[in-house]
């Protein structure tokens, strides 16, 4: 009995550890750092520095209420147990800026490893052991998986969003057990699956309120696996629903309902379509996506409904939200190594009747390919140059004791919010900004004597547009008159080849309307 324990120990150890790989190696390199990285750290740091759960309008940004706000609390209150940013004994060097950015992505990537592990325990539970072990694996090493390295709010609700349906597929009676009970010890230990189930999926919508879409999935596995009991999902119903109105419920306290419903509708009526999104997760894992797919047919031919209930609903809010990036399928990629896994368990099973060496050596090039793959994006340096540009920012910003030193940092949305958490938070830093995303008209006037510009495609393309304004008229000769104080090269397209998987780079950037090429810093002083 010690042997078969070690040795599924030991076998469960085999995606745990290419999970480890695959999320904790070399995260200053790779992926290049996503704006809204830096406007989740923003929101721990305001959380840390002890201003509440929302965060203010007075804190310069301006769209309050476009998330809820569980994602920063989870943040700051893992980051407030290691000592982060003190224990650094952070300055405005390349170590420590570069320092400051690591630690938050040890986290996804410790996260990531659970989400591994977690996804294993569901498929075996659900499947079998070897299933298990086949979607693990390819959750752990497709190249779709750097994705949750980056500081998202789909990283960080992952975790949750699984061990809810673990939970609920715990709750699955045993063929001894009298269900009609209720003082025996199954009953007891149901209700206590059901609400961990519910306040676990509860906290992953908390986190984004788009994963309420997974709803009708662990809704469903409650209800039949509690025995058709309607009691029971309203049990578990309660959690889900209760603990994500306490972000509109917050705002009613506050006497800011008008702020959250604005912000809340702005969420909804951007444009992005899903078809794009679903274009660019293809470009960047077209094997897994063509494997899930063809999984999906497959399930759904062996009327297993599992994986279609965990994608389609999602699927389709997506389709009529009309706001999605790439990185919000990361909420259905469980489900992708799932059907894959089906697939490819099914095939290998299937070859084995006539060669076991054949059928395992079609899952081992699969395999490979997801390896390799990840690992040549992985060891990419796609960062060193941003990491320079924000040390140089932060040299030269006066700390906030200096007032008569105050400057104005102009420049695109990613330079001047990726330095801003930092500089304000942690540096004692602070500036005032001028922002072309968030000012298209250049509305907001310089106060300050002393600017800072930095200088790349977008922001020199924002000065040319055709807006009566004193103030851009003021910003176009300041970025005439100022001097270059440094240079930088962006790391990401410099690297971006015509095969793949280098070719999926510049949606890391292209995608996400990141500057490109060249970047100047420019000042006054």
Known sequence: MNKERLKYFLIILIPVALSAYT????????????????????????????????????????????????????????????????????????????????????????????????????????????????????????PSTWLFRRVYLETILMPFLLSSILFALYLKVPKNTNSLNPKSRYEISKYVLILLSGILLGLAIYTKIPTFTMIPLVGTLVYFYSGKNVRSLAIWLIPVISIPFLWPLYSIVVGQTDLWAYWVLWQVERDRPLSISLANFFTIDPLLVSIGVAGLAFAAIKKDFFPLLWISPFLIFSYFLGWVQYFHLMLIFPAFCISSALLIGSIQRFIAKYSQVLSYTILGIVFVFGIVSTTMLITLDVNSDYFRLFTAIAEKIPEAHQENEKITLIGSHWWVWDSYWISQYILNKPYKWIDPHLDPKFKDKILTDKVLIVGDPIFVDSLSRRINSDNLRQIRNLYNETTVIGSYTDNVTSQTKAYYPYNTLPIMIWNENHPTGKVVLKSNY
Not at 43 to 70: C, K
């Open 23 to 142: 999320h904790l190696w070399n995260l200053l390199g790779f992926p290049s750092f996503h704006i809204d990285e830096a406007h989740y750290m923003r929101r721990a740091m305001w959380v840390l520095n002890g201003m509440g759960p929302q965060e203010s309008a007075a804190n310069a940004y301006p769209r309050t209420y476009d998330q809820p706000y569980f994602g920063q609390l989870f943040i700051a209150g893992i980051l407030g147990l290691t000592g982060y940013p003190n224990s650094l004994d952070p300055g405005a060097d390349v170590h420590s800026i570069e320092m400051l950015h690591l630690v938050p992505r040890i986290l996804m990537g410790l996260l990531a490893i659970v989400d591994t592990f977690i996804l294993f325990k569901i498929v075996e539970r659900r499947y079998s052991f070897i299933l298990a072990l086949i979607a693990a694996i390819f959750f752990a090493i497709m």
